[in-house]
């Protein structure tokens, strides 16, 4: 096993697996992996390039050259901030597209294992612990009722000042989930090994807290912060 320690937060869509992951990973001082925006990224360059969503191959090398990075608290894209760029409808959509088809996961494979260095990495998205780090330290399945994960995504946008119905987010989640769990190259699934977590009725931070706790048993340490 890889001494450097992985936590693998899985789940669907808009589950706030993100907001989760990431004060896990403050806690511990660990690095943090959003995959999901290396999807989205890879769909943002495939639409400015004109590449279409159901050219494998095409798809394939954007994925293998995409120019991403991650640092003061934004996502790049070749030199240009795109935080907010790879969230609105066309990515989201797009993401959940190019990422059924194997060739543009398998380009992604190297560049996402490359994140786990000392002392440790929380990873999110939607195969962290059945394929990117199988030898994670701990696995964690977050979920929440559809209805939840709505309400939530809801809340985010009108906070930015974006128009949405619930009626509208509902059923582009159960679209989004649909392609995510039915696709044959990694889908979306509760592996055994993994820690079931239901955030329907819990906010980030204990659901966080959950998470430290099983880490804590499962290794016996307290090196949160
Ligand atoms: O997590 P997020 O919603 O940002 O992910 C966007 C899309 O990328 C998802 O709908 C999913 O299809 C895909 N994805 C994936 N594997 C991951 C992370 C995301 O297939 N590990």
Redesign the pocket.
């Known amino acids: 096993m890889n001494a450097v320690p992985v936590i693998a937060v899985d789940g669907p869509?808009a589950s706030g697996k993100g907001t989760v992951a990431q004060l896990v990973a403050e806690r511990l001082g660990f690095h943090y992996l959003d995959?999901?925006?290396l999807?989205?990224l890879v769909a943002l360059a495939a639409l400015r390039s004109g590449v279409s969503m159901q050219d494998e191959a095409g798809l394939a090398i954007v994925a293998d050259a995409l120019e991403a990075r991650f640092y003061d608290g934004e996502v790049w894209l070749a030199g240009e901030p795109v935080t907010d760029a790879i969230r609105d409808e066309a990515c989201?959509n797009g993401?959940?597209k190019v990422?059924a088809f194997p060739a543009v996961r398998a380009a992604l494979l190297a560049r996402q294992r490359a994140f786990r260095g000392a002392p440790g990495l929380v990873a999110e998205?939607?195969?962290?612990g059945s394929v990117v780090f199988p030898d994670s330290h701990l696995k964690v399945f977050l979920t929440a009722s559809v209805e939840a994960r709505a309400e939530r995504r809801y809340k985010q946008l009108k906070g930015k000042g974006i128009t949405a119905t619930i009626g509208t987010l509902l059923k582009d989640l159960r679209e989004?989930d649909a392609?995510?769990t039915a696709r044959s190259a990694?889908p979306l699934k509760h592996c055994p090994d993994a820690y079931l977590l239901d955030t329907t009725a819990m906010s980030a931070a204990e659901a966080a807290e959950r998470i430290l706790a099983w880490y804590r048993e499962a290794h016996g340490g307290n090196n949160a912060r």
């Open positions: 869509s995959s999901g925006a999807y989205r989201s993401a959940s990422a998205g939607r195969d962290m989004r392609r995510d990694a």
